[in-house]
T-cell receptor, first 114, second 117 residues
Framework: ETGVTQSPTHLIKTRGQQVTLRCSSQSGHNTVSWYQQALGQGPQFIFQ???????GRGNFPPRFSGLQFPNYSSELNVNALELDDSALYLC?????????????FGPGTRLTVT | KNQVEQSPQSLIILEGKNCTLQ??????????LRWYKQDTGRGPVSLTI?????NTKSNGRYTATLDADTKQSSLHITASQLSDSASYICVVDHDFSGGGSNYKLTFGKGTLLTVNP
């Protein structure tokens, strides 16, 4: 176990709805990254939060947004859900101490959009 | 465009056999190369991390190699076990700020390894 937790484990939403996914980072980690992993694909970088600020973003539309809280936990919000948003959403926490930025992944949230 | 290509897409081997998975990348600037193991429906777990100056890194039965000149890496698994059945993902990261936490990981699609008894 990495110490990174995500909730909920599974979620079913309908097209057009909004969803919020949550991530608790490992103790001592100040950076959280979010990834989308479609079936049979590698994870795709959505964005990263460092000390409550967005710190880099992948090729995802603005309806994907996030927050990081003072305790470094994080939320991923997706508005106007589309069928293609169905995927495993992973968060990973890391620390800026050290040079290799080891990322520890949570178990993921499986989102199904119908 | 930053890309990470892995081969083969899938591989079936018998328990106890060795295997080698390949990774080619075009990510630039390059900082580190990582190999992750991902069980179905779970988050990836780190196996090895290598900086651009390292040629090899071992973690038990897993040995990763890196040739930064040809931009190729391999993951060698020795004496495979049934529990090695998983997707193995090659990941390249680049620090686009030169420091701090401004970095991005680019993932390959993974090689799905099945170890049969």
């Amino acid at each position: 176990e990495t110490g990174v937790t995500q909730s909920p484990t599974h979620l079913i939403k309908t097209r057009g709805q909004q969803v919020t996914l949550r991530c608790s980072s490992q103790s001592g980690h100040n950076t959280v990254s979010w990834y989308q992993q479609a079936l049979g694909q590698g994870p795709q970088f959505i964005f990263q939060y460092y000390r409550e600020e967005e710190n880099g973003r992948g090729n995802f539309p603005p309806r994907f947004s996030g927050l990081q809280f003072p305790n470094y936990s994080s939320e991923l919000n997706v508005n106007a859900l589309e069928l293609d948003d169905s995927a495993l959403y992973l968060c990973a926490s890391s620390s800026t101490s050290g040079s290799l930025y080891e990322q520890y992944f949570g178990p993921g949230t499986r989102l199904t959009v119908t | 465009k930053n890309q990470v290509e892995q081969s083969p897409q899938s591989l079936i081997i018998l328990e106890g056999k060795n295997c080698t998975l390949q990774c080619n990348y075009t990510v630039s600037p390059f900082s580190n190369l990582r190999w992750y193991k991902q069980d179905t429906g779970r988050g990836p777990v780190s196996l090895t991390i290598m900086t651009f100056s390292e040629n090899t890194k071992s973690n038990g039965r897993y040995t990763a190699t890196l040739d930064a000149d040809t931009k190729q890496s391999s993951l060698h698994i020795t004496a495979s076990q049934l529990s090695d059945s998983a997707s193995y993902i090659c990941v390249v990261d680049h620090d686009f700020s030169g420091g701090g936490s401004n970095y991005k990981l680019t993932f390959g699609k993974g090689t799905l390894l099945t170890v049969n008894p």
